[in-house]
C-alpha cells in the first residue's frame, strides 16, 4: 500500500518510512518558511538546514504522541517547527562570539565601547533567557526577530494588550535583575 493524504499519519505512526517521504514532499516548504523566519536572523543556512532536519527526525520520533485528523496536523508540524527553530535560535545565541569582522567599527566609538555595548547584548540575551517562558518568546519575536505586537499576538494566540502587558512586565524585570546584578558586582 502506498502512502497518500488519508493514511500518511497511520503509517507514520506504524514507523513507514514512505510516510516520511510522503511528509517530507508535502512540508518541506512549510517547515522551511518557519524555520527561515526564526532563524534568517542568524544568516548561517547550516543551522537553518540542521534545525529542519532535527524537525523531521523529531516528527518521527514523536509520530505517536500526535492524535489528531489531517488538518489538525499541519499545526502539530509548525508548533514542532516554530519551538526547534526557537531553542536553535537560543543555542545559536548564547554562543554569540566576538569577530572583528562582525563589529560595526564606528569611527565616534572607541574599540572598548564597541566591546561594552557586545557584552551589554549577551548580558540581555542573559538575562531575557531568565523570563518565563512566554515572555521570553515574546521578547525574541518582538526584539530579535523585530515582529509586529499584532503577529506575535496571532501567533500566540493573545491579545494585543496582554502582549503589551507582557513586553511592559518583561521590561520591568530585565530592569530589576540589571540593577540587582550590578549592586551585586559593585559590592553594595
Same mark, same amino acid.
Given at each position: 500500500m502506498k502512502c497518500n493524504d488519508t493514511n500518511f499519519i497511520k503509517r507514520l505512526q506504524r514507523q513507514d518510512e514512505d510516510a516520511l517521504d510522503y511528509i517530507v514532499d508535502q512540508y518541506l516548504p512549510l517547515i522551511k518558511g518557519v524555520t527561515c523566519k526564526v532563524l534568517?536572523? @542568524?544568516?548561517?543556512?547550516?543551522?537553518?538546514?540542521? /534545525?529542519?532536519?532535527?524537525?523531521? @527526525?523529531?516528527?518521527?520520533?514523536?509520530?505517536?504522541?500526535?492524535?489528531?485528523?489531517?488538518?489538525?496536523?499541519?499545526?502539530?508540524? /509548525?508548533?514542532?517547527?516554530?519551538?526547534?527553530?526557537?531553542?536553535?535560535?537560543?543555542?545559536?545565541?548564547?554562543? @554569540?562570539?566576538?569577530?572583528?569582522?562582525?563589529?560595526? @567599527?564606528?569611527?565616534?566609538?572607541?574599540?572598548?565601547?564597541e566591546l561594552i555595548m557586545l557584552e551589554d547584548r549577551t548580558e540581555l540575551i542573559r538575562l531575557i533567557n531568565q523570563l518565563e517562558s512566554v515572555e521570553r518568546e515574546i521578547f525574541i519575536m518582538k526584539f530579535f526577530l523585530g515582529l509586529k505586537t499584532e503577529d506575535i499576538s496571532v501567533k500566540l494566540g493573545m491579545t494585543k494588550a496582554a502582549i503589551d502587558n507582557r513586553i511592559y512586565r518583561g521590561k520591568k524585570k530585565l530592569s530589576q535583575k540589571a540593577v540587582n546584578l550590578k549592586l551585586g558586582e559593585n559590592g553594595v
Open positions: 534568517s536572523p @542568524l544568516h548561517n543556512n547550516g543551522i537553518i538546514e540542521e /534545525c529542519i532536519n532535527d524537525i523531521f @527526525l523529531s516528527i518521527w520520533n514523536n509520530s505517536k504522541k500526535f492524535n489528531g485528523e489531517a488538518n489538525d496536523f499541519k499545526k502539530w508540524l /509548525c508548533a514542532i517547527a516554530k519551538f526547534k527553530a526557537i531553542d536553535y535560535y537560543r543555542k545559536a545565541s548564547k554562543k @554569540l562570539e566576538i569577530a572583528s569582522n562582525e563589529m560595526n @567599527l564606528n569611527p565616534d566609538q572607541s574599540v572598548e565601547d
